[in-house]
T-cell receptor
């Protein structure tokens, strides 16, 4: 089993749709969780951190389920500009700050 | 902007030649990383550094070496470039719990 797994997609949705991605992780001691967004031929950029209680930033909602070891990202009212690859990243415990990346989920929002 | 830059941004080199990529940060962050990203493999860690002269191997370190003589600079060297090292290379640093990336270096080995 991979340490961090994501459905690669692609997810093709119409504008205005709600779409959700999940990311599962294998190390139950994982400390921190993030969603990054990556546009074609660009660097990944932080979309949002994921907090234990769940958090929301505008149209984006992130949740953590420690019991089932997954995090989720919900995008409401999708825009064309949301088309990108969404990367899940997990921070492992320890002093070397080991970051484990998912392969990403591709989203295409269509007019 | 997060204060991290990479150079060169694009390079074409011949098999067998040495190549050095430079990552420069202005944030005085301790942790820095070099990744490569390839289709189907995602981001793979090559080497990372947790301070000046403190570096360690990542999951795909073979054929690569690094140096960190100053907090702000983290160099990645391909001693003898091979075609399998054609990739996009991202440098990153961590500030608090956030990871910031450079804009990437596209390397083609012919």
């Amino acid at each position: 089993r991979k340490e961090v797994e994501q459905d690669p997609g692609p997810f093709n949705v119409p504008e205005g749709a709600t779409v959700a991605f999940n990311c599962t992780y294998s190390n139950s001691a994982s400390q921190s969780f993030f969603w990054y967004r990556q546009d074609c031929r660009k660097e990944p950029k932080l979309l949002m951190s994921v907090y234990s209680s769940g958090n929301e930033d505008g149209r984006f909602t992130a949740q953590l389920n420690r019991a089932s070891q997954y995090i989720s990202l919900l995008i409401r009212d999708s825009k064309l500009s949301d088309s990108a690859t969404y990367l899940c990243v997990v921070l492992y415990p320890g002093n070397n700050r080991k970051l484990i990346w998912g392969l990403g989920t591709s989203l295409a929002v269509n007019p | 902007d997060a204060g991290i830059t990479q150079s060169p941004r694009h390079k074409v080199t011949e098999t067998g030649t040495p190549v050095t990529l430079r990552c420069h940060q202005t944030e005085n962050h301790r942790y820095m990383y070099w990744y490569r990203q390839d289709p189907g493999h995602g981001l793979r860690l090559i080497h990372y550094s947790y301070g000046v002269k403190d570096t360690d191997k990542g999951e795909v370190s073979d054929g690569y070496s690094v140096s960190r003589s100053k907090t702000e600079d983290f160099l990645l060297t391909l001693e003898s470039a091979t075609s399998s090292q054609t990739s996009v290379y991202f440098c990153a640093m961590t500030g608090g719990n956030t990871i910031y990336f450079g804009e990437g270096s596209w390397l083609t080995v012919v």
